[in-house]
């Protein structure tokens, strides 16, 4: 869940928290659950600038094994330059209790092509834990996308992106990319901002390692529906 705390044309306080329970039945995992809790102040300097101020706590319960946690801090900055083109950057620093601390950066351009279509680039790094390895993953990765409305209630959206990173307790290198293709029907909205969607969409992904068994290329189709109060 997310809640604004406070909020005024200046100044905006947001706070959200999230569970997640992890299986796995592969040979070598560790069933764990995770809990999230964040907090962002936002600042509107003028019209074209915003200010950010973020916290994170992450802790992950593994079934065995040292429970692994993640604090993390970021400043960040919005700047629109045009009516259509949006940039955000964010820098900061997390504190990982297996001692993987590192520096996270993220970066983010928006633009919007015409009333019916828009497209972004965007940069990040930092350190994950791992759900089901009771290790960090420490990680960049480069995604773009194009979104369109085809109708006015049918939306669709293509991504690709490629990364690549290290596990902090062995010499096993990831390298990682993927695409995916997506459309989303809305089926009704209220005034209240109610809403419920239909997702179907397709995705592809590949995996290549310095350990060998772990790669793997893979194919999914999933379908969903969505519903908002």
Request: charged share 20%.
């Amino acid at each position: 869940w997310s809640s604004d705390v406070c909020s005024s044309d200046l100044f905006t306080l947001r706070t959200n928290y999230n569970h997640n329970k992890n299986w796995s039945d592969a040979v070598g995992t560790n069933d764990s659950d995770r809990n999230a809790f964040g907090l962002t102040a936002t600042y509107k300097h003028s019209e074209a600038t915003r200010f950010s101020l973020s916290y994170k706590y992450q802790l992950s319960d593994f079934e065995r094994g040292d429970d692994i946690s993640n604090e993390s801090i970021n400043i960040g900055i919005g700047q629109s330059f045009t009516k259509n083109t949006f940039l955000s950057a964010n820098v900061g620093q997390s504190n990982v209790s297996s001692g993987n601390d590192t520096i996270s950066l993220g970066a983010a351009l928006i633009s919007v092509f015409d009333e019916k279509t828009s497209g972004s680039l965007s940069y990040s790094q930092g350190v994950e834990i791992n759900a089901n390895t009771d290790d960090t993953f420490e990680n960049w990765q480069a995604t773009g996308s194009l979104s369109r409305i085809l109708l006015e209630d049918l939306k669709s959206s293509l991504s690709a992106f490629y990364g690549k990173g290290d596990y902090s307790t062995s010499s096993i290198t990831d390298t990682f990319l993927g695409a995916s293709v997506k459309l989303t029907y809305n089926f009704w909205q209220s005034k209240r901002g109610s809403s419920m969607e239909g997702v179907l969409g397709y995705s592809y992904s590949d995996l290549a390692s310095s350990d060998k068994g772990r790669e793997y290329t893979g194919h999914l189709i999933n379908t969903s529906l969505v519903v908002a109060f």
